[in-house]
């Protein structure tokens, strides 16, 4: 039997389309369908059933799926006791939200070229849904992201929450310590309408019985950093994204009485049989960013 027909049908059961499996895979989608066609074929029953629009296995289909992921994983466990090693490139398609690129991601990567130098490496920076969806779909291997994905064969591992802080500039915004009721006369910047940050903002104001004067919804922590420099208000950033940008942007974290909902953050990767490698990926993103959350803190201006 020939496993790259078995892991062809692998991938195309879990991302439920030839089409995704064939861009996993990086493959022509009439070469799956080929692939597909002669397991078939060899097994002398239908995998796929092809009377409906929508994706769905038959019978036999759901049966062999457990197969195929037992045999893919023998061939995994074969190898990687025989000594066999991958010389060649390994594409790894990684998905980040804004607050995990500028706080921890760019050194994190910088590490993990020298622990897996045979990566080739697909960076790609999207609010939440759109990497949950991507992952869903087969499109990113390995997302970091606010909430875990729900999709069937995927597995979720939480980070170490992010600390959020306001933070403004040290000139305007040089109080000794600022009540709640008094950023609530400020103008606020916060991620985009409907993003984690941005709730957690308007519920911390409401359960103090509070109205914001202006909260500006910006997709781009570099945007409100600017922002912030130039006077324009306040903005409700993770603390370590604001720690690595402060050397180039006049920051202050400003003291306040309430505090703020830290990010939850969660590693999403799908399940691969035939490889460890997202599972080591993974495993050394969790340790980076439990060192760098653990890591002595630069000095701020007005930094607690």
């Not at 991958?86 to 804004?98: D, V, Y």
Request: glycine residues 4%.
């Amino acid at each position: 039997m020939n496993l790259r027909f078995v892991e062809a049908f692998y991938w195309v059961a879990s991302l439920k389309s030839i089409s995704r499996a064939a861009e996993k895979l990086f493959l022509t989608q009439s070469a799956m369908s080929s692939r597909i066609a002669k397991l078939e074929e060899e097994l002398g029953v239908l995998l796929l059933d092809r009377s409906d629009k929508q994706f769905k296995l038959t019978a036999a289909g759901a049966r062999f799926l457990m197969h195929a992921n037992k045999l893919l994983e023998l061939q995994r466990d074969a190898k990687a006791e025989m000594g066999s090693g991958e010389s060649a490139a390994i594409s790894l398609r990684i998905g980040a939200i804004e607050s995990v690129l500028h706080s921890w991601l760019i050194p994190w990567l910088e590490q993990l070229r020298l622990e897996q130098p045979c990566l080739e490496l697909e960076l790609t920076v999207e609010t939440t849904p759109i990497l949950n969806d991507q992952i869903q779909r087969g499109t990113v291997d390995l997302a970091f992201a606010v909430l875990p994905s729900s999709a069937d064969g995927v597995r979720n591992q939480a980070l170490t929450p992010m600390d959020m802080a306001f933070v403004g500039h040290p000139e305007r915004h040089a109080k000794k310590k600022y009540r709640l009721e008094d950023l609530a006369d400020l103008e606020l910047l916060t991620f985009q309408k409907g993003s984690q940050p941005n709730l957690t903002l308007l519920d911390l104001f409401r359960q103090h019985r509070l109205q914001p004067k202006k909260v500006h919804a910006i997709s781009s922590i570099s945007a409100m950093v600017q922002l912030v420099q130039g006077g324009f208000g306040v903005a409700l950033l993770p603390v370590a994204a604001v720690e690595r940008l402060s050397g180039f942007a006049s920051l202050r974290i400003l003291p306040c009485d309430v505090a703020v909902q830290s990010l939850p953050i969660h590693a999403s990767y799908r399940a691969d049989p035939t490889s460890n490698l997202l599972e080591t990926v993974v495993q050394s993103a969790l340790m980076f960013a439990e060192g760098a959350y653990h890591a002595p803190k630069k000095s701020m201006k007005g930094k607690p």
